[in-house]
């Protein structure tokens, strides 16, 4: 039992130590950009998703309800987002991207990707392959389990 827990604890180690750092080099080419990890997730899921309800948005960037607001505003004020009300449901916000969110997406997202390779090139393509499918497998259980 203490070897199992104690390799638990090495993967615990080694997802968090490598989280952190591939994050980095992430956080690193989005604060070159104006914009921090959250307003860059925003604009990538409404770029990729289109227009979504508020409510909706921080389930998918992994970020509270009450932070949604705030992000949306900083993205309002750089004319990179605006907000609709439903035409079915008034109380219903959503956030859509503008053109120019769009236009700065698509000139920036192809480095971001850039950034985002060279920060796990330590793996091989099929190393990735298998890193990925285990880390779901991981993240489904512990989904399931909380």
């Not at 409404?46 to 705030?70: A, D, F, W």
């Not at 990707?113 to 190393?127: Q, R």
């Amino acid at each position: 039992m203490a070897t199992t827990k104690n390799t638990s604890l090495e993967l615990f180690i080694a997802l968090s130590r490598a989280h952190q750092w591939v994050n980095a080099h992430a956080d690193r080419d989005i604060k070159k950009l104006g914009l921090n990890r959250t307003e860059f997730g925003v604009l990538e899921l409404l770029y990729h998703k289109g227009p979504q309800p508020l409510q909706r948005i921080g389930t998918k960037v992994l970020m509270s309800s009450g932070n949604i607001t705030y992000v949306v505003d900083k993205l309002e004020k750089k004319n990179l987002v605006i907000r609709n009300a439903s035409s079915s449901d008034r109380r219903l916000i959503y956030a859509e991207i503008t053109n120019k969110g769009i236009e700065f997406i698509e000139e920036v997202f192809p480095n971001h990707t850039n950034v985002i390779e060279h920060a796990v090139h330590g793996l091989s393509d099929e190393e990735k392959k298998i890193a990925s499918k285990l880390l779901k497998k991981l993240g489904l259980y512990a989904e399931q389990h909380y």
